[in-house]
């Protein structure tokens, strides 16, 4: 069957680039500063969430900090490198763009991505509108909003049961509901508390900052949002694999997706 139009698998890649650099470039970013505050400014002796280099018993050591837990995390966040030449930095050189402490770059790279996934957004979602895509595939019909429907697509999700026959013709209520979540709250989110962050953008909206109760408030939704991505794309990945890597990689390259015979159940 052909399950995946041509706009829909372009701009799948389009995204999986975009959200790559934007992901590697706002690490970049946020090692400026690696710690997260609530409210209009920062409170330096209070973050929410902070990673640093500490001394330890006479040794330097990262250390991740989440509320009122500490943890250390030497050699991935706060202190990372070869060692030998580790140096103190949030997240370490392999998962930021550049590589090496370059802030102004890191900007650059963000805000041309940011645009990119930003414009590509907007094509899927005028072809989703245009040709009934959002309604038809992505919203739930009423027969997978009963509870039981409900209930069964979690337990088959848990027992990584994944469906065939008729029912590989269409997203299950789990997969429609990620999906939609990630389309109209947390990309959203990730626009309008970026949009927040920018001083060009402050002048021209400066209510839109007080809307997530100042720029540091925006700054740490920003980080939540960028970690429910990641959150999503793992779990995504992980899907595909399990369920069937090749055919499903086919299916986002040439459109197509063979679907295996439905099995009674037990």
């Given at each position: 069957?052909?399950?995946?139009?041509?706009?829909?698998?372009?701009?799948?890649?389009?995204?999986?680039?975009?959200?790559?650099?934007?992901?590697?470039?706002?690490?970049?970013?946020?090692?400026?500063?690696?710690?997260?505050?609530?409210?209009?400014?920062?409170?330096?002796?209070?973050?929410?969430?902070?990673?640093?280099?500490?001394?330890?018993?006479?040794?330097?050591?990262?250390v991740t900090t989440l509320g009122g837990a500490r943890f250390e995390t030497t050699g991935l966040f706060g202190y990372s490198g070869q060692v030998g030449k580790r140096e103190p930095r949030g997240f370490p050189a392999w998962a930021t763009v550049p590589s090496y402490r370059d802030l102004a770059s890191g900007r650059r790279w963000h805000f041309f991505f940011a645009w990119l996934f930003v414009i590509n957004g907007l094509v899927y979602l005028g072809f989703a509108l245009a040709g009934g895509h959002l309604r038809r595939d992505l919203l739930?019909?009423?027969?997978?909003?009963?509870?039981?429907?409900?209930?069964?697509?979690?337990?088959?999700?848990?027992?990584?049961?994944?469906?065939?026959?008729?029912?590989?013709?269409?997203?299950?209520?789990?997969?429609?509901?990620?999906?939609?979540?990630?389309?109209?709250?947390?990309?959203?989110?990730?626009?309008?508390?970026?949009?927040?962050?920018?001083?060009?953008?402050?002048?021209?909206?400066?209510?839109?900052?007080?809307?997530?109760?100042?720029?540091?408030?925006?700054?740490?939704?920003?980080?939540?949002?960028?970690?429910?991505?990641?959150?999503?794309?793992?779990?995504?990945?992980?899907?595909?694999?399990?369920?069937?890597?090749?055919?499903?990689?086919?299916?986002?390259?040439?459109?197509?997706?063979?679907?295996?015979?439905?099995?009674?159940?037990?």
């Amino acid at each position: 069957m052909r399950r995946h139009s041509g706009v829909t698998r372009v701009t799948h890649w389009v995204n999986v680039l975009a959200v790559s650099l934007l992901l590697m470039s706002g690490l970049q970013i946020f090692n400026a500063h690696p710690a997260l505050y609530w409210g209009q400014t920062s409170t330096f002796a209070e973050p929410w969430m902070s990673m640093s280099m500490q001394e330890r018993n006479d040794r330097p050591v990262g250390v991740t900090t989440l509320g009122g837990a500490r943890f250390e995390t030497t050699g991935l966040f706060g202190y990372s490198g070869q060692v030998g030449k580790r140096e103190p930095r949030g997240f370490p050189a392999w998962a930021t763009v550049p590589s090496y402490r370059d802030l102004a770059s890191g900007r650059r790279w963000h805000f041309f991505f940011a645009w990119l996934f930003v414009i590509n957004g907007l094509v899927y979602l005028g072809f989703a509108l245009a040709g009934g895509h959002l309604r038809r595939d992505l919203l739930p019909t009423r027969a997978q909003l009963r509870p039981r429907s409900i209930r069964r697509d979690v337990i088959d999700h848990l027992r990584l049961r994944f469906p065939k026959g008729e029912a590989a013709r269409t997203y299950n209520f789990l997969q429609k509901v990620a999906y939609l979540a990630m389309i109209l709250a947390v990309l959203p989110l990730m626009l309008l508390t970026g949009l927040s962050m920018s001083p060009g953008f402050n002048a021209a909206a400066p209510w839109l900052i007080d809307l997530f109760g100042g720029r540091q408030s925006a700054r740490s939704v920003h980080f939540i949002c960028a970690g429910l991505i990641v959150l999503f794309v793992l779990v995504h990945v992980a899907l595909v694999v399990l369920s069937g890597f090749w055919n499903n990689m086919r299916s986002m390259i040439t459109g197509r997706y063979a679907i295996e015979t439905e099995e009674a159940r037990p």
